[in-house]
């Protein structure tokens, strides 16, 4: 449910996070993709980390996407609970 212009880089968190996230773009032109935002909160599209059981853990909404915020939640979701 991301920007096309966040496309390539929310993609590129697999490669990121090799073996630990799963990229996956909706389009939210779509009737099936604009339910899905609308359920989530957003006027039009968006960005979502899910847990593994698709609990929705972290999301942004439309054009207030920062590729820096995302990858720092990321770090924060997945570093182990106690630190390093």
Known sequence: MVCAKLQPAVSGLEQEFPGKVKARNVDCTTKEGQD???????????????????????????????IEEVRKALHDLLEPKGGR
């Open 36 to 66: 899905a935002a609308a359920a989530l909160g957003f006027k039009s599209h968006g960005l979502v980390i899910r847990g593994a059981d698709g609990k929705a853990l972290w999301q942004q909404a439309d054009h207030t996407v920062r």
